[in-house]
């Protein structure tokens, strides 16, 4: 029993000491842990004043601007960009495939052009020589006895139907000095058809009013028709029609929807386009 109680009261100073070293200990270690908290406190404020200057001293250092214009990079000759001396490689090579794409693209541009040329050409060459050739064919072409009969094949001194004025003297001479060669419908300044398909509303012209009332019948070169055909009121500009401009002395003359190159001296009709008109 007495060791029972030796043993209870050594348990009770020994929790005694425990909750005085307990009690004591915040005492102890207070000072110490204030110490440490102001110092990371001042460490803290250090840092902060550190950046703040850090700032101040980046902005002291910063160019000011004064209201002039910065410096652009400048483009050299060769599509290339430098600035202040020094060459972008980068935007170099991206002028320099630029440049290229722009080459190979005018090249294409410019055969494809080419091409469309040639190809308007050829047609055109390709409906010229079919007009020489419809020409040609009405050109050798017989007429028919029906229309034979109808040209004016007897001479008169007055104005009859189906007849011809009597040639005058040296009108023969006359023709031949005028040296109209017609072969003029082989040149292109003369595509009075192309040029009547562009312009049809100054081909169609008004009632034309027969000076005779004989009615239309067919003209060919060499025949001569009397003067009151190829007055001045049945004159045609053959600037206005894609016509080559007539020879000293003869103009073309409208016959109902023909026109014909007539010789005012004679009236002899020297050259001939049936259906001019419409």
């Known amino acids: 029993m007495q060791c029972f109680g030796k043993v209870s009261v050594m348990r009770k100073i020994l929790i005694t000491l425990l909750l005085a070293s307990a009690a004591a200990s915040p005492a102890i270690a207070g000072p110490g842990d204030n110490n440490d908290r102001q110092q990371a406190q001042e460490e803290r404020q250090q840092a902060r004043q550190e950046r703040v200057q850090a700032r101040e001293d980046a902005r002291a250092n910063r160019p000011a601007f004064n209201g002039q214009r910065v410096e652009q990079p400048r483009q050299n000759f060769a599509g290339q960009q430098q600035f202040n001396g020094n060459r972008y490689p980068q935007q170099a090579n ?67 139907f189906g007849t011809q004025p009597p040639l005058r003297a040296d009108a023969q001479q006359r023709l031949q000095n005028m040296h109209w060669n017609h072969n003029w419908r082989n040149d292109q300044r003369y595509d009075w058809r192309h040029y009547r398909d562009r312009h049809r509303s100054r081909f169609h012209l008004s009632f034309y009013i027969d000076p005779f009332g004989w009615g239309y019948q067919p003209f060919s070169i060499g ?52 259906g001019f008109f419409w």
């Open 223 to 274: 025949y001569r028709m009397w003067p009151s055909y190829y007055g001045n009121q049945y004159w045609i500009d053959p600037a206005l029609y894609g016509l080559p401009y007539p020879p000293p002395g003869a103009a073309w003359v409208r016959y109902y929807n023909d026109v014909l190159l007539i010789d005012l001296y004679s009236g002899t009709v020297i050259d001939a386009i049936p």
């Open 94 to 160: 991206v002028d320099a495939m630029r440049a290229q794409r722009d080459a190979r693209r005018d090249a294409m541009a410019a055969q494809r052009d080419e091409r469309i040329e040639q190809v308007q050409q050829r047609f055109q060459q390709r409906q010229q020589d079919i007009r020489d050739a419809r020409e040609l064919r009405q050109s050798n072409r017989p007429i028919p006895q029906v229309m034979r009969d109808r040209h004016p094949i007897v001479v008169s001194d007055t104005p009859r």
